[in-house]
């Protein structure tokens, strides 16, 4: 019998926007939309967080309209599932050899604490062992500063992730510490977004995947399932 391909999922910890009162967290669509795609493919999702224990909701991604997208509201409304995000794991007590595919999720949250070593050294490990390394919307902040023997992951890479015109839309342009699109591009990847703000954009390189906002989440989890089945 084949051996079950895990997945190591990836979330926020950081509550707040450090120079506002905007309260900010994981976009729970992003996890949602992704554990649905790869749990009916057969393959089992674990949650970790950057420091462990609760994680916080950006609360916009509660609102009735968002909610209503994908499912989410069902996962919303289930205790066990939202249990699960009581409780988390942080990322320093995971390895990358216990997984075959790690996935970052989004939210603003994670462009205050996805720069954390622990994480970058464990996206490091997943890209040295040739698994599937995965983000979506702002989680590629977690991939930015990653380097692989000396080298950025991202360089000569095609990526995406959210846009800068995304940020304007969003009214958190003139609060967040930087542009990941701007960022992405220093470090030498091959930055591209969709010709919509908002519209769905998955970017496959190898075995890294990328998806611009929330919209692209489930893409996302379907390109990584087509990663694993090759695998």
Known sequence: MAKTKKVLAVVTSASEYRDAGYRTGLWLGELTHFWDVLTKAGHPVDVVSIAGGDVPLDPESLSAPVLAMGGTKKHYQDRSFMDLLDRTRSVRQVRAEDYDAIYLTGGHGTMFDFAD?????????????????????????????????????????????????????????DVVPFSLQDRLKERGAKYTKALRPMAEKVVVDGKLVTGQNPMSATGVGEAVVKLLKKK
């Open 117 to 173: 070593p622990a994480l970058q050294e464990l996206v490091a490990d997943f890209a040295r062992q040739d698994k599937v390394v995965s983000a979506v919307c702002h989680g590629p902040c977690g991939l930015v500063e990653v380097d692989v023997d000396g080298v950025p992951l991202v360089k000569g890479r095609k990526v995406t992730g959210f846009s800068w015109t995304e940020e304007k839309l969003a009214g958190r342009d």
